[in-house]
T-cell receptor, first 115, second 116 residues
């Protein structure tokens, strides 16, 4: 296991279509995060899991967005009825569930383009 | 809500020289963590350095060091002996240390160019 992986790396879709992204965290990391990064901006937090429990959701996560981590391992992020404003890089990160500073390790991201 | 501000959209440094990237933040908390992340072009974000707010000593990692001024809510990154591989976007980030909340709040980033 060499790090956080994300699939696909790039996704082009038409407005109105649904898309699903997958994130595989580092083994034994029980915390998993999703962020969104638009051009020229820093990543913005979307949601966070500890094991299979979704503990926090940003107001950025509209009703069209849903995230799951069914077995506490990989996670999926689904966007329904995509809009052009959803075009962004979607980043996944994981960290150990330990007390303290806990570095978050980031994946390479999925770049979404909505036409 | 916490905010992180990076006021330098772009910086340039010559190879082997030293550069300082600025970051300020706003919080009402007394204990928290601060980070600098590096995002090279088309590559994933990696942690450069981190600082725990309760520690007065500034963190250092090889050529990277920080100047943490808690009262001023300032957290600047100094890169010494700059190398071509240091060229990247640099993001300052804040994280609370309380409760289960673990999200990072990022600044808008500083693009660092390294010239020969």
């Amino acid at each position: 296991d060499t790090g956080v992986s994300q699939d696909p790396r790039h996704k082009i879709t038409k407005r109105g279509q649904n898309v699903t992204f997958r994130c595989d965290p580092i083994s034994e990391h029980n915390r998993l995060y999703w962020y969104r990064q638009t051009l020229g901006q820093g990543p913005e937090f979307l949601t966070y899991f500890q094991n299979e429990a979704q503990l926090e959701k940003s107001r950025l996560l509209s009703d069209r967005f849903s995230a799951e981590r069914p077995k506490g391992s990989f996670s999926t992020l689904e966007i329904q009825r995509t809009e052009q404003g959803d075009s962004a890089m979607y980043l996944c990160a994981s960290s150990p569930g330990l007390a303290g500073i806990n570095e978050q390790f980031f994946g390479p991201g999925t770049r979404l383009t909505v036409l | 809500a916490q905010t992180v501000t990076q006021s330098q959209p772009e910086m340039s440094v010559q190879e082997a020289e030293t550069v300082t990237l600025s970051c300020t933040y706003d919080t009402s908390e007394s204990d928290y963590y601060l980070f600098w992340y590096k995002q090279p072009p088309s590559r994933q974000m990696i942690l450069v350095i981190r600082q725990e707010a309760y520690k007065q000593q500034n963190a250092t990692e090889n050529r990277f060091s920080v100047n943490f001024q808690k009262a001023a809510k300032s957290f600047s990154l100094k890169i010494s002996d700059s190398q071509l591989g240091d060229a990247a976007m640099y993001f300052c980030a804040y994280r609370t240390s309380t409760g289960t909340a673990s999200k990072l709040t990022f600044g808008t980033g500083t693009r660092l160019q390294v010239t020969l």
